[in-house]
């Protein structure tokens, strides 16, 4: 049986409103990037080791587990990490949880951080509402 706690994604959308209230945006933004030196730091390393096959295979564990409805593919040099319903929006979606209203900004600002650090670059593309977003990696 597998452990899944979707519940988390509403505790880190709280935490999210808390940190940009009590630290303003630059507060966030400087939390997010601790996130990614941090939590993320293996991660960055594999990066270095094997490029982008290692974001490929992160990103491919995470929403398989999840069950997430996404695709991912390369476009010439470039990952491409297609998510067609975040199942983490979609989970706080269905409890009626409060969304932070920067949410999403924090994959962006996660995914710029560990990609400068493995010598990698990263964008994201994303509307929160609709729970959707396209994210591209590349050297």
């Not at 507060?27 to 960055?44: D, H, M």
């Not at 974001?55 to 996404?70: A, K, Q, S, V």
């Not at 067609?84 to 932070?100: D, F, S, T, V």
Request: contains cysteine.
């Amino acid at each position: 049986m597998k452990y899944l706690h979707k519940d988390f994604h509403g505790s880190l959308s709280c935490g999210f409103s808390y940190v940009t209230e009590k630290y303003g945006v630059e507060g966030f933004q400087e939390y997010c990037k601790e996130v990614a030196r941090n939590v993320y730091s293996s991660l960055s390393e594999k990066i270095k080791e094997s490029g982008l096959k290692a974001i490929e295979e992160h990103w491919n564990n995470i929403f398989t587990l999840e069950e997430g409805d996404f695709a991912l593919y390369y476009e010439g040099p470039v990952l491409v990490l297609e998510v067609k319903e975040c199942p983490a929006i979609a989970h706080m979606k269905k409890r009626g949880y409060k969304i932070a209203e920067n949410f999403c900004e924090h994959t962006k600002l996660v995914n710029e951080e560990l990609c400068r650090i493995a010598g990698y670059h990263s964008s994201c593309d994303y509307n929160q509402e609709k729970g959707t977003c396209i994210q591209r990696f590349w050297k």
